[in-house]
């Protein structure tokens, strides 16, 4: 089964950029998106189709992808960043949808 | 607005069933598709299935596969989700998401979740 691997923790401090990797075979053929969640709260989709923002989500809040690694970045950090990030993509060789292990960003 | 509004939470006894109902508004049930997703205590989101409410069709996890079913009422705009054989590490916080498209699909908006508690 397709595997996404991320780091459990990231760590950043107000106003740096926190880059949160997702690592899967081949990621880079697939369109990745990306979902932050707050303790006792529904997930939030915070970017679609490796980098597109849906509305409400800032202009700091980026994605990329390419390779074996996609990438959310969150510039000029902030204290309501603070949250659980997880990735996910649609592995079509089992029909299946898959998502990554979640990041957990701190703001110090 | 769109609106997934779903059902109460529930305790549950092993080797028994449990319906998690997921009420849509705000848009027509039929014109996107719904997954369901799971997350056991202090762990990562889990991908159960998804159901394409126009002709009822359903895609499970291989490893929900036998266990779980997806239906839907369309004159009440409402998905289902039934889970049998329920075990202890069924405890989990139970989500609705819709989708606007069938594959390689982002989630764009989430029900509020539903506990389950599976405990004797």
């Known amino acids: 089964s397709y595997v996404l691997t991320q780091p459990p923790s990231v760590s950043v401090a107000p106003g740096q950029t926190a880059r949160i990797t997702c690592g899967g075979n081949?990621?880079?053929?697939?369109?990745v998106h990306w979902y932050q969640q707050k303790p006792g709260q529904a997930p939030v989709l915070v970017v679609y189709?490796?980098?597109d923002r849906p509305s409400g989500i800032p202009e700091r809040v980026s994605g990329s992808n390419s390779g074996n690694t996609a990438t959310l970045t969150i510039s000029r950090a902030e204290a309501g960043d603070e949250a659980d990030y997880s990735c996910?993509?649609?592995?079509?060789?089992?029909?299946?949808?898959?998502f990554g292990t979640g990041t957990k960003v701190t703001v110090l | 607005q769109v609106q997934l509004v779903q059902s109460g939470a529930e305790v549950k006894k092993p080797g028994a069933s449990v319906k998690v109902s997921c009420k849509a508004s705000?848009?027509?049930?039929?014109?996107?598709?719904i997954h369901w997703v799971r997350q056991a205590p202090g762990q990562g989101l889990e991908w159960m299935g998804i159901?394409?409410?126009?002709?009822?069709?359903?895609t499970y996890a291989q490893k929900f596969q036998g266990r779980v079913t997806m239906t839907r009422d369309t004159p009440t705009s409402t998905v289902y989700m039934e889970l049998s054989s329920l075990i202890s590490e069924d405890t989990a916080v139970y989500y609705c998401?819709?989708?606007?498209?069938?594959?390689?699909?982002?989630?764009?908006?989430w029900g509020q979740g539903t506990l389950v508690t599976v405990s004797s």
């Open positions: 081949n990621i880079g053929s697939k369109s």
């Open positions: 159901i394409n409410p126009s002709p009822g069709s359903t």
């Open positions: 998401a819709r989708a606007p498209r069938p594959r390689s699909a982002y989630l764009d908006y």
């Open positions: 705000g848009y027509t049930l039929t014109n996107y598709y």
């Open positions: 996910q993509v649609w592995d079509s060789s089992r029909d299946h949808y898959v």
């Open positions: 189709d490796d980098s």
